[in-house]
């Protein structure tokens, strides 16, 4: 099966590749080119899908908490700690998010009942309206990309090639 859109037959990427192939040709370029594109495929989404989540009134790192109490499963609860390390960011930035989708209504914190010092995180029933209706949105824009792209074949051995690629590299 073909492609949907074969992109363009030279890009900026290869633009940056080209130029170290005239001062350094003795470097490969292949990985720069591979991690370039996925860099900028990462920012170009990263602004459709906030845009997607902006009418629900959240961006990325908002609904990033959200989506991670949502996908942990009823009763949608999960420590600080764990909402840290399953985002990957510091705890100064995890309690700027919670402070603000607090006042927002769509989590709650509450004392830990097995641990003094602990705090569990809620996610409230409008969060998880709200959260609902963002992945929805979310996945349409991200569906869009792909569609627009590629077919469905290419799309699941993409999908294989960034697993194997990435488990490489942690």
Known sequence: METKNPGPAHDAVDAIADQWAVVRPDLDTVPMAVFGRIYRLANAMRGRVDKAYAPYGMALGEFDVLA?????????????????????????GMTGRLDKLEKAGLLTRSPDPNDRRGLRVTLSERGRELVDRAVEAGLAEQRAALEGALTDEEAAQLTGLLRKLLASSV
Not at 79 to 84: A, N, Q, W
């Open 68 to 92: 991670t109490l949502r996908r942990s499963g009823e009763p949608y609860t999960l420590s600080p700690r764990e909402l840290t390390a399953t985002l990957m960011i510091t705890t100064g």
